[in-house]
C-alpha cells in the first residue's frame, strides 16, 4: 500500500458517510423541495463508487455483502405495491395518504405513502447502478 493510497482511504471514509447522510435528507426532502428516492438513490450509489475508487472490489463486496439485484427486486416491489394500492382501496391512482407524526431522531413530521413509493425508485436506482458499476469493474 502506498502512502497515497493511506490519504485516499481515510479521506474516503469520512466522505463516504457525508454523501450518504445526505442522501438520506435528500430523500426525506423530496416531498417538499428537490430531491426524492431517485437524486438520493444516486448520492449513495456515488457514496460506494467512491469506495470502490479507493479500495478494491473484494473489499467493498466484504463492507457490503448486499445483492444489488436482489435490492433492485425490493425496490420494484415497493414501487409497484404502492402504485396498486389503490386498486385494494378503490381510490384513483397514485392517490397517497399522509399524517403528522412525532418521531424520537426527526421531531414533527409528516409521513406520506408516496414515501414507499420514494423508497421503491431509491432502491432501484442504487440496485441497478451498482449493478451496472460491478458488472462493469469486475474481472470474472
Known amino acids: 500500500m502506498k502512502s497515497s493510497d493511506v ?3 481515510t479521506t474516503t471514509k469520512v466522505v463516504f458517510f457525508m454523501i450518504f447522510l445526505f442522501s438520506i435528507h435528500i430523500f426525506f426532502a423530496g416531498h417538499y423541495s428537490p430531491g426524492g428516492g431517485f437524486v ?15 479500495f478494491d472490489i473484494q ?3 466484504k463492507a457490503l455483502p448486499f445483492n444489488f439485484t436482489v435490492i433492485i427486486a425490493i425496490g420494484l416491489l415497493l414501487a409497484l405495491g404502492t402504485a396498486s394500492a ?10 397517497h395518504a399522509f399524517d403528522d407524526f412525532r418521531l424520537p431522531l426527526f421531531g414533527e413530521t409528516s409521513l406520506h405513502s408516496a414515501m414507499l413509493f420514494d423508497l421503491g425508485v431509491y432502491l432501484v436506482v442504487v440496485g441497478a447502478t451498482m449493478t451496472i458499476i460491478l458488472s462493469i469493474g469486475s474481472d470474472d
Open 7 to 9: 490519504i485516499i482511504q
Open 40 to 54: 438520493g438513490g444516486l448520492l449513495t450509489a456515488s457514496a460506494i463508487v467512491l469506495l470502490l475508487l479507493a
Open 59 to 61: 473489499t467493498v463486496r
Open 86 to 95: 389503490s386498486i385494494f382501496f378503490d381510490v384513483p391512482f397514485f392517490t
